[in-house]
């Protein structure tokens, strides 16, 4: 008997690691993961590729009207790769470096063997406000404003009506878009197709809209300029496109919208857009 219960215990002790849900399962092994602050270069950040950077030959700069504000011009010998507009550049002037969209349109840049920008004065810009800077540019960056996503036959319904939006220098890559008819507007193709700018700014003085400009593109395009000065009245873009909204997204299936600024305005039109009725995807940007 004794031997029978001895027999059972240790078949039982045998067969408990098989069968039993509570088996021993091999050791896990753990990955241990540093989780924090991406390292980045001081110099370029983390925006796309490394930058190739290359002395740029005697730029110019023009005091704008807005305060602390200028135009920068500069010789580039790489103009060829700026096909998009929406695509930009970074610039360094001793140990700062800005990010840049640039200004003129892919025509005016292969014509002139230059590129323009607009710059804002900021910790990373101040060294080109001060006495002949020198200066050095990268290569184009980015893929500029994606128009075929909201343009292209991918839609049933034929784009019609193009909302632009930009606040401050976000206006330097839209009016290179609008200088390179990427867009169709202009009076002379007669597509039939409208644009409406929204340009947002605190106070008139600050716009960066030149009434020549201006002037240019209200003869050669079917474009509708509408300036926001959110100092005087509170509202910002988006809430005027609100206000709007009735007239700018009357044919909401045949509108599109292109947007340069904050991520916030971006997050904000497409709200404002698929409120509307705007097919997803015909809301982009450049970034």
Known sequence: MNSLLLFLLFLLLFLLPLSS?????????????RVGKPTQSPLYGSWGPDPIWKPSREPTFTTLPPADHIRVTAP?????NYTTPGQYIQMKSGDKVSYLA??????????????EFIVKKSESSEPLFSQDPTVEISQVLGEGFPISTIAGYGYDFPLATVVLLAIGTGIAPIKA????????????????????LYYGVREEKDSLLEEAVVEEWEKKFNLDIR????????K?????????CEDVFATPRNTGCVVCGTKELMESVKEV???????????????
């Open 236 to 244: 910002r873009v988006t809430d005027v496109l609100r206000d709007e």
């Open 273 to 287: 857009a698929k409120e509307n009725g705007v097919l997803e995807g015909r809301v982009v940007s450049n970034f």
């Open 76 to 80: 580039y010998d790489r103009v060829a």
């Open 227 to 234: 300036v926001c000065y959110s100092g005087n009245s509170g």
């Open 21 to 33: 849900p509570f088996t021993l399962l091999p050791t896990p092994t753990f990955i241990h993961v």
């Open 102 to 115: 640039i200004a003129n349109s892919p025509q005016s840049a292969t014509v002139s063997g230059e590129l």
């Open 177 to 196: 878009l609008i200088d390179a008819d990427t867009l169709e507007l202009s009076k002379v193709g007669n597509s039939g197709r409208r644009g409406i």
